[in-house]
């Protein structure tokens, strides 16, 4: 027998503080997660195979989007329906999100391609 929704979400934040963290949009909590837990796969898939930047995108906040990328997160991650978090921010009409993502997309993009970059 299958938990109704509203457990399943319960059950979901409980073992994944990050993402409730960014859904709080409480970086400082994030952080203090990011910092005691050195080995924490920032990348990691949940079940609809989004990691915790696209949560970060789709709710906006830059500084989060910024500190996940800091600790490693990477950006080109699809979901089960091939959505990355540029995409997730674009939906949700998140233009600093969009920002951040794009940029990092582009610096990534010369550095993987050996481009001078101009500085912003």
């Known amino acids: 027998m299958s938990l109704p929704p509203e457990q399943q979400i319960t059950n979901f934040l409980k073992e994944n503080p990050l993402v409730c963290s ?3 949009d409480d970086v400082e909590k994030m952080e ?4 005691s837990n050195p080995n924490l796969n920032v ?3 949940d ?3 989004q990691t915790p930047l696209h949560y970060a995108a789709f709710i906006g906040n830059e500084n989060t989007c910024v500190t996940l990328i ?3 997160a990477q950006i080109d991650v699809k979901d089960n329906i091939g959505l990355t978090p540029l995409h997730r ?3 949700a009409d998140r233009a600093q999100a969009v ?3 794009i940029e990092v997309f582009v610096l990534s993009f010369c ?3 050996s481009f001078a970059c101009p500085q912003a």
């Open 43 to 45: 990348s990691k898939q």
């Open 22 to 24: 960014i859904l709080e």
């Open 70 to 72: 800091r600790h490693g």
């Open 89 to 91: 921010a674009c939906a």
């Open 99 to 101: 920002e951040v993502l």
């Open 47 to 49: 079940n609809h195979k």
């Open 32 to 35: 203090n997660i990011l910092e």
């Open 111 to 113: 550095d993987r391609n």
